[in-house]
């Protein structure tokens, strides 16, 4: 298995006094760092705010195959610095990892909305609605974890090019050298792949 973004997140995710999906110790740690002004509370919160946005828009990513790895390092830059521009600010400190929560599902609406303005280089629609309803902050460890399963499901011609691109976050020109294939071969197989996982239904039904 080649080394993933999702494994650079569990790195730093691993730097955390609690798990990235402990919203209750998220909480009480950014209620003290606003209490108190504790520095080391308080990276431990920037800490937490970071792995999560990226952890959000990694999921993203891989749903959406006219992404490349520049969107994906503009979201987690352009959530990032909304936090840390309004981290003090937040009127209730008990329900910050909501907040953060409502913040990536904003900044990705607001993205899509701008990329739909845009004309495609062939024509296509650039991007989806998105639901209205905040999700639930929780989901996205599960479904990280769905995506990775879809992906172990393609066969491993496919499998291999997809994880470098939407794992690794690699060009198309990058991959045909690592793997030795041709660019058009590389294109073909990444077309592919999207297509069945877009077809997953375990995958589907988990991110309904």
């Given at each position: ?66 992404w490349s790895a520049i969107d994906l390092d503009v979201l987690i830059d352009i959530a990032f610095r909304k936090m840390e521009m309004r981290e003090s600010q937040v009127r209730e400190p008990s329900r910050y990892a909501s907040w953060v929560s409502v ?106």
């Open positions: 298995m080649s080394y993933s973004s999702f494994d650079s997140l569990d790195e730093l995710a691993a730097g955390l006094p609690f798990r990235l999906d402990d919203a209750p110790a998220v909480n009480a740690a950014y209620t003290r760092w606003r209490a108190t002004g504790d520095l080391q509370e308080r990276s431990v919160v920037q800490l937490w705010t970071y792995c999560y946005i990226r952890r959000y828009f990694l999921v993203k990513f891989v749903q959406e195959s006219s913040v990536c599902k904003n900044t990705f609406r607001n993205y899509l909305r701008a990329r739909r303005q845009q004309i495609s280089f062939d024509g296509a629609p650039m991007g989806t609605s998105v639901s209205e309803t905040p999700n639930n902050y929780r989901e996205y460890g599960a479904q990280q974890q769905m995506l990775v399963g879809a992906i172990d499901r393609l066969p491993p011609h496919l499998r291999s090019c997809v994880r470098l691109r939407f794992l690794g976050g690699l060009s198309y020109a990058e991959i045909a050298r690592r793997t030795d294939r041709s660019l058009p071969t590389i294109r073909s197989f990444i077309y592919k792949a999207v297509k069945r996982l877009r077809m997953d239904e375990e995958l589907l039904k988990n991110l309904e």
